[in-house]
């Protein structure tokens, strides 16, 4: 009796995917067999193989409309369209993560179960750093991607798990600081998990109400449906708990301070930039297929979220001192503007992965500048620690005013032409409050962003100001394209605002 | 009812058998034995004395991979059974899905035991 | 599963059987969570739930859920449990959590919070599913609930079933990163090496007397005695910090008023 059927797989769809997952695994298998000495070698050059070879066969399948695998996983223009950002973020982040000539070693400590400040650890201050860090990498990007394309909520549980678990990993794998760190990455696991079982809670309640986790039969039920919404409407509270988690909304913002500034750079940089994108996929995909129908139910509270989290963002910006925790705040703030372009539902999806990618660049740009400002004991992260940078390393300064006035949405930057697109979308969707709330509260976040420029050039340098360290080619990469990205973008956007409207928007049927 | 079902058991519990009391036998015979100090002393367990504060102590690092590895491969189990019980209506397709996944997990033992996270000292 | 059997379970009628089960065994699940809260031996407490994590085991085979009631009896009461025991040892079971608060008032408003949450999501669910009539069950279970399971896992639900895999790598690879420390070569000992170590000049080979033995007090500090009378420092592990012990300590105890036992210093 053979009545069992697989459903037809399109490979070449999941292609890109494949690639990713599929050199994830020959990167342990390579951290199992290749020498120590050759491991970073092989490894950074497998890493950076997948995530090109995974970009191009994105792109060549740019036209692809499918729905595959009975509907676990939907291949539409905008489903590719991330997973194109995310590639392409996770190349410039893989710079970062990849540096070895700023410290000995690189960021990442070389053998993490030494207790922090034991003697093992002193010993293996210079040795090279864990090369884990890259199929690790490899395991979360390729987890990003299937988080944005999933069909139903179950693959979504599953690839939602297979982008953290790595990250809350190598956020614990700081080179200095070490205990900060694993306290970041102890909070991240905690909450990270509290949140995935609400997911998970939502994801049965809804099953309870549709009798499907299909995002499509999840719409069509409601549709047909006259039961009690009660069901649905729990599922979907606890469902988007578990998603605004990950987007870092308040009021489930507060492991994005301590993580930001406890992981190491790289991956911070890589958090605020990719998982951004993965987890506003997410929201985009299951807001605009899903629930696109109920939108009465859920949008009072979505946009109860999305202001608090815009005005609860800005203002804990203003009063940080820390240029990590700065940054944090202020990507809490930007969660906020792209929950804006959630709430306003399909006409917003283009100008919100605009916003991705705009906000991706300078994010990682500005990162990779934080690891640059250093002292004898690692990066120098205070702001008073800044002051008067400007005096002895003047290239550095202007491109860090670059970055910061992008974030304050200054025009010719990509910070106003993102906004600009968004919040002009919001108002075609009827959404003047929370456009009103979003242009008020980037006045207010402007603030902090110029109190640094402020802090740059104005200040006179202490005797403590740390040296900027010249950076390898890698890091200079990176900070590179991050700037260009952030003047090109805001200078001539209409190029890739072209691409995102012609992207489409997610299949949903 | 029939118990031919239960044959394939019942062979298996003899095969076992078999095998249990093979090894036990064999073993004196075709072993190797080399004349060693240590061999001659008398076996007790706790070869050091090890200082215990009262009311128990706490167990090094290793257990917690030990246990980890150990759930790792549970939740493998998880999966074969239902591939098993079904493993006639799935056909070929199956074999290969669940060829495929342990193939993959045993990335992850190959990594484990290069890597030296199977040896105990 | 008997599909007839199934139809009266989807119903929502009770068998003799899984009613005389279910009395036998909610009694003891309950007793079992009690016990996980009450006992004040961590190593207790997880032993109870392990007792109320089998019954709902049991619970979950009688609902005609084999499988799900298979992986709660492998999965949580074998494995997970199995770690939330070596977690315990690990951090070792007489350390109990400071009770100090360092946020003020965070636990009355958590137990408030949880209380409201629980009550929000149980009304609303005894409002929501009380309207809503269970169907489909027969036809889920029809070639029996594993196979059910089967189906869907290998069909539609292969991708996430394959990157399943990619979940249980990470989570290897991260248990080797956190907790093994790699030798360097050279550093690794075979056992020729420690045979070796053992049978120098100067190292006793054979198993040493245990702290305690033939002494006056049974504490870990305590030299054994040798069988000609003297001390063998050699039973006591040098962790033991070594120091005078007070008056009142080396007085001799009084074992049938003979004197020679107070020797200890």
Same mark, same amino acid.
């Given at each position: 009796?053979?009545?069992?059927?697989?459903?037809?797989?399109?490979?070449?769809?999941?292609?890109?995917?494949?690639?990713?997952?599929?050199?994830?695994?020959?990167?342990?298998?390579?951290?199992?067999?290749?020498?120590?000495?050759?491991?970073?070698?092989?490894?950074?050059?497998?890493?950076?193989?997948?995530?090109?070879?995974?970009?191009?066969?994105?792109?060549?399948?740019?036209?692809?409309?499918?729905?595959?695998?009975?509907?676990?996983?939907?291949?539409?223009?905008?489903?590719?369209?991330?997973?194109?950002?995310?590639?392409?973020?996770?190349?410039?982040?893989?710079?970062?993560?990849?540096?070895?000539?700023?410290?000995?070693?690189?960021?990442?400590?070389?053998?993490?179960?030494?207790?922090?400040?034991?003697?093992?650890?002193?010993?293996?201050?210079?040795?090279?750093?864990?090369?884990?860090?890259?199929?690790?990498?490899?395991?979360?990007?390729?987890?990003?991607?299937?988080?944005?394309?999933?069909?139903?909520?179950?693959?979504?549980?599953?690839?939602?798990?297979?982008?953290?678990?790595?990250?809350?990993?190598?956020?614990?794998?700081?080179?200095?600081?070490?205990?900060?760190?694993?306290?970041?990455?102890?909070?991240?696991?905690?909450?990270?998990?509290?949140?995935?079982?609400?997911?998970?809670?939502?994801?049965?309640?809804?099953?309870?109400?549709?009798?499907?986790?299909?995002?499509?039969?999840?719409?069509?039920?409601?549709?047909?449906?006259?039961?009690?919404?009660?069901?649905?409407?729990?599922?979907?509270?606890?469902?988007?708990?578990?998603?605004?988690?990950?987007?870092?909304?308040?009021?489930?913002?507060?492991?994005?301070?301590?993580?930001?500034?406890?992981?190491?750079?790289?991956?911070?940089?890589?958090?605020?930039?990719?998982?951004?994108?993965?987890?506003?996929?997410?929201?985009?995909?299951?807001?605009?297929?899903?629930?696109?129908?109920?939108?009465?139910?859920?949008?009072?509270?979505?946009?109860?979220?999305?202001?608090?989290?815009?005005?609860?963002?800005?203002?804990?910006?203003?009063?940080?001192?820390?240029?990590?925790?700065?940054?944090?705040?202020?990507?809490?703030?930007?969660?906020?503007?792209?929950?804006?372009?959630?709430?306003?539902?399909?006409?917003?999806?283009?100008?919100?992965?605009?916003?991705?990618?705009?906000?991706?660049?300078?994010?990682?740009?500005?990162?990779?500048?934080?690891?640059?400002?250093?002292?004898?004991?690692?990066?120098?992260?205070?702001?008073?620690?800044?002051?008067?940078?400007?005096?002895?390393?003047?290239?550095?300064?202007?491109?860090?005013?670059?970055?910061?006035?992008?974030?304050?949405?200054?025009?010719?930057?990509?910070?106003?032409?993102?906004?600009?697109?968004?919040?002009?979308?919001?108002?075609?969707?009827?959404?003047?409050?929370?456009?009103?709330?979003?242009?008020?509260?980037?006045?207010?976040?402007?603030?902090?962003?110029?109190?640094?420029?402020?802090?740059?050039?104005?200040?006179?340098?202490?005797?403590?100001?740390?040296?900027?360290?010249?950076?390898?080619?890698?890091?200079?990469?990176?900070?590179?394209?991050?700037?260009?990205?952030?003047?090109?973008?805001?200078?001539?956007?209409?190029?890739?605002?072209?691409?995102?409207?012609?992207?489409?928007?997610?299949?949903?049927? | 009812?029939?118990?031919?079902?239960?044959?394939?058991?019942?062979?298996?519990?003899?095969?076992?058998?078999?095998?249990?009391?093979?090894?036990?036998?064999?073993?004196?015979?075709?072993?190797?034995?080399?004349?060693?100090?240590?061999?001659?002393?008398?076996?007790?367990?706790?070869?050091?004395?090890?200082?215990?504060?009262?009311?128990?102590?706490?167990?090094?690092?290793?257990?917690?991979?030990?246990?980890?590895?150990?759930?790792?491969?549970?939740?493998?189990?998880?999966?074969?059974?239902?591939?098993?019980?079904?493993?006639?209506?799935?056909?070929?397709?199956? +074999?290969?899905?669940?060829?495929? +996944?342990?193939?993959?997990?045993?990335?992850?033992?190959?990594?484990?035991?290069?890597?030296?996270?199977?040896?105990?000292? | 599963?008997?599909?007839?059997?199934?139809?009266?379970?989807?119903?929502?009628?009770?068998?003799?059987?899984?009613?005389?089960?279910?009395?036998?065994?909610?009694?003891?699940?309950?007793?079992?969570?009690?016990?996980?809260?009450?006992?004040?031996?961590?190593?207790?407490?997880?032993?109870?739930?392990?007792?109320?994590?089998?019954?709902?085991?049991?619970?979950?085979?009688?609902?005609?859920?084999?499988?799900?009631?298979?992986?709660?009896?492998?999965?949580?009461?074998?494995?997970?449990?199995?770690?939330?025991?070596?977690?315990?040892?690990?951090?070792?079971?007489?350390?109990?959590?400071?009770?100090?608060?360092?946020?003020?008032?965070?636990?009355?408003?958590?137990?408030?919070?949880?209380?409201?949450?629980?009550?929000?999501?149980?009304?609303?669910?005894?409002?929501?599913?009380?309207?809503?009539?269970?169907?489909?069950?027969?036809?889920?279970?029809?070639?029996?609930?594993?196979?059910?399971?089967?189906?869907?896992?290998?069909?539609?639900?292969?991708?996430? +079933?394959?990157?399943?895999?990619?979940?249980?790598?990470?989570?290897?690879?991260?248990?080797?990163?956190?907790?093994?420390?790699?030798?360097?070569?050279?550093?690794?000992?075979?056992?020729?090496?420690?045979?070796?170590?053992?049978?120098?000049?100067?190292?006793?080979?054979?198993?040493?007397?245990?702290?305690?033995?033939?002494?006056?007090?049974?504490?870990?500090?305590?030299?054994?005695?040798?069988?000609?009378?003297?001390?063998?420092?050699?039973?006591?592990?040098?962790?033991?910090?070594?120091?005078?012990?007070?008056?009142?300590?080396?007085?001799?105890?009084?074992?049938?008023?003979?004197?020679?036992?107070?020797?200890?210093?």
């Amino acid at each position: 009796m053979n009545d069992i059927q697989l459903p037809p797989i399109d490979y070449a769809a999941l292609l890109p995917m494949l690639i990713v997952f599929g050199l994830a695994c020959v990167g342990i298998l390579a951290e199992a067999f290749v020498p120590r000495k050759h491991r970073f070698a092989v490894q950074a050059t497998l890493t950076l193989a997948a995530l090109i070879a995974g970009l191009v066969t994105v792109i060549i399948n740019r036209d692809l409309e499918v729905t595959t695998i009975g509907g676990a996983v939907t291949i539409d223009g905008a489903g590719l369209f991330l997973q194109g950002i995310i590639l392409v973020l996770g190349i410039v982040a893989f710079g970062l993560i990849a540096e070895r000539r700023l410290e000995r070693g690189g960021a990442f400590v070389a053998n993490a179960a030494h207790a922090a400040d034991s003697d093992g650890d002193k010993k293996q201050l210079n040795e090279a750093g864990a090369t884990e860090i890259f199929p690790l990498t490899l395991f979360a990007i390729a987890g990003m991607m299937l988080f944005c394309v999933s069909g139903d909520l179950l693959t979504m549980f599953v690839a939602l798990e297979v982008f953290s678990l790595p990250l809350y990993l190598m956020c614990g794998l700081a080179r200095r600081r070490r205990l900060l760190s694993q306290e970041s990455a102890l909070k991240y696991f905690l909450l990270g998990a509290f949140a995935s079982a609400f997911f998970l809670y939502g994801v049965a309640l809804i099953y309870g109400y549709a009798g499907s986790v299909q995002l499509v039969a999840i719409k069509q039920s409601v549709l047909d449906s006259d039961k009690s919404g009660v069901l649905l409407a729990a599922g979907l509270a606890l469902l988007a708990i578990g998603l605004l988690f990950k987007a870092a909304a308040v009021p489930f913002h507060v492991w994005t301070p301590d993580v930001y500034q406890g992981a190491p750079t790289p991956i911070t940089a890589l958090m605020a930039a990719c998982v951004k994108a993965a987890a506003f996929g997410g929201l985009l995909r299951v807001f605009n297929v899903a629930f696109e129908t109920t939108s009465w139910d859920w949008r009072p509270v979505i946009t109860a979220v999305a202001m608090a989290t815009m005005i609860v963002g800005s203002i804990l910006a203003v009063t940080q001192t820390d240029i990590k925790r700065l940054l944090a705040y202020s990507s809490i703030a930007n969660a906020g503007y792209l929950l804006v372009g959630v709430v306003s539902l399909g006409g917003a999806v283009g100008s919100s992965m605009f916003y991705l990618v705009a906000y991706g660049f300078s994010v990682l740009a500005a990162f990779g500048m934080v690891t640059l400002v250093r002292d004898a004991d690692g990066e120098a992260t205070h702001l008073s620690r800044w002051a008067g940078l400007g005096k002895g390393s003047p290239l550095f300064s202007a491109m860090f005013t670059i970055i910061m006035l992008g974030f304050a949405g200054i025009p010719l930057t990509s910070g106003f032409s993102s906004k600009f697109a968004l919040f002009s979308s919001a108002w075609d969707a009827n959404q003047s409050a929370l456009v009103i709330v979003g242009v008020l509260s980037s006045v207010v976040l402007a603030f902090p962003y110029l109190k640094v420029v402020v802090l740059l050039w104005l200040n006179p340098p202490g005797d403590e100001t740390p040296t900027v360290s010249v950076p390898g080619y890698l890091t200079r990469a990176v900070v590179g394209v991050g700037v260009l990205a952030t003047i090109v973008l805001g200078v001539a956007p209409s190029w890739l605002l072209d691409m995102v409207n012609s992207a489409g928007t997610f299949l949903a049927k | 009812m029939s118990l031919t079902p239960y044959v394939p058991l019942v062979v298996l519990f003899g095969l076992a058998t078999v095998f249990a009391v093979f090894s036990v036998t064999i073993g004196p015979y075709i072993g190797p034995r080399r004349i060693n100090k240590a061999k001659l002393e008398a076996y007790e367990c706790g070869i050091e004395p090890t200082p215990t504060p009262p009311g128990g102590s706490r167990f090094p690092v290793k257990f917690y991979l030990t246990a980890m590895l150990f759930i790792i491969f549970d939740i493998e189990i998880v999966f074969l059974y239902p591939w098993a019980v079904a493993f006639d209506s799935l056909g070929m397709f199956g +074999f290969v899905e669940m060829l495929l +996944f342990i193939v993959t997990v045993f990335v992850a033992y190959t990594y484990v035991w290069r890597r030296g996270g199977l040896d105990w000292d | 599963m008997n599909p007839a059997l199934t139809g009266v379970l989807a119903d929502g009628g009770v068998t003799t059987g899984e009613a005389v089960t279910f009395w036998i065994l909610a009694p003891i699940a309950l007793a079992g969570a009690i016990g996980m809260v009450l006992l004040r031996n961590a190593v207790h407490s997880a032993l109870s739930l392990v007792l109320t994590m089998l019954s709902l085991g049991v619970f979950y085979v009688l609902q005609a859920g084999p499988f799900i009631g298979m992986v709660q009896i492998i999965v949580y009461t074998g494995a997970i449990m199995m770690l939330f025991l070596f977690v315990i040892m690990l951090v070792g079971r007489n350390t109990r959590d400071s009770l100090i608060e360092v946020l003020r008032g965070q636990r009355v408003a958590a137990i408030l919070l949880g209380i409201g949450f629980a009550m929000l999501l149980g009304t609303g669910l005894a409002r929501g599913i009380g309207s809503i009539p269970a169907v489909g069950l027969a036809e889920a279970n029809v070639n029996g609930n594993v196979e059910g399971i089967a189906k869907l896992l290998f069909t539609r639900y292969i991708f996430a +079933f394959e990157v399943t895999s990619a979940l249980l790598i990470t989570a290897a690879v991260g248990a080797m990163i956190l907790a093994h420390v790699e030798k360097k070569p050279g550093e690794k000992m075979d056992q020729k090496v420690l045979s070796r170590a053992r049978f120098e000049k100067g190292n006793y080979p054979g198993p040493k007397a245990g702290p305690g033995v033939f002494a006056t007090s049974d504490s870990v500090a305590t030299p054994a005695l040798l069988p000609d009378g003297t001390f063998t420092e050699r039973s006591v592990s040098k962790v033991v910090p070594a120091r005078e012990l007070t008056i009142a300590e080396a007085r001799p105890k009084a074992v049938n008023g003979s004197k020679e036992y107070g020797a200890i210093k």
